[in-house]
């Protein structure tokens, strides 16, 4: 993994994107870092195994106390954070200040506000297309359709407040969609 961390804390999950924000809350509540964090190809519906899950996250520490409380922030942030369901599976979530891994991925200083958008590949783009019009905010990392989970999205950065018109933005164009999709 290359990582010169003594003590590691592994989960797998059925949720890539909101296991990705967990992992992000994990980096700000403990001294840990994410040292290795993938999506599994096909998506979770399609796992290979019954509990293969859809990602893997390793966050690594120095001390077994600090990869327990890492561990524990992020399983308290997955009981929180989930795909919407509205005829689609999406997810349109604020993340009001990044942590080390989230701001390392997006490119941005570390506390910025992103918002994380992840909808079906038609959905993801015309949702995409729909928050970059209406807030002041920058596509940092575009996940182009298919992904390994056959989603797609972004994150994107600006304030706090502009990041939510973002995420509302987007909520509305996917619903949009699945509410019309001929």
Do not use: W
């Not at 994410?34 to 390793?58: C, D, H, K, L, M």
């Not at 999406?90 to 918002?115: D, K, N």
């Not at 994380?116 to 807030?135: F, H, V």
């Not at 304030?159 to 969609?177: D, L, N």
Request: hydrophobic share 45%; glycine share 10%.
């Amino acid at each position: 993994l290359g990582t010169e961390k003594k003590c590691l804390a592994m989960v797998t999950t059925d949720c890539d994107d909101a296991t990705y924000i967990a992992l992000d809350e994990a980096t700000k509540a403990a001294d840990a870092e994410v040292v290795y964090a993938r999506s599994f190809y096909a998506g979770a519906a399609n796992a290979t195994q019954p509990y293969a899950g859809e990602v893997i996250g390793i966050l690594g520490a120095d001390t077994p106390g600090a990869a327990r409380s890492a561990m524990e922030a992020a399983l308290f942030a997955l009981k929180n954070l989930g795909f919407a369901e509205s005829g689609v599976n999406y997810l349109a979530h604020t993340v009001s200040s990044a942590g080390s891994f989230l701001s390392r991925e997006a490119g941005v200083p570390l506390g910025s506000a992103l918002a994380y958008l992840i909808a079906p590949p038609l959905e993801s783009l015309y949702g995409l297309d729909a928050a970059l019009k209406a807030a002041d905010v920058k596509l940092c990392v575009f996940y182009g359709p298919p992904s390994q989970t056959n989603f797609g999205g972004g994150l994107l950065t600006g304030t706090q407040s502009a990041c939510e018109a973002a995420c509302q933005a987007f909520r509305q164009a996917v619903e949009e969609v699945a509410r019309f999709p001929k």
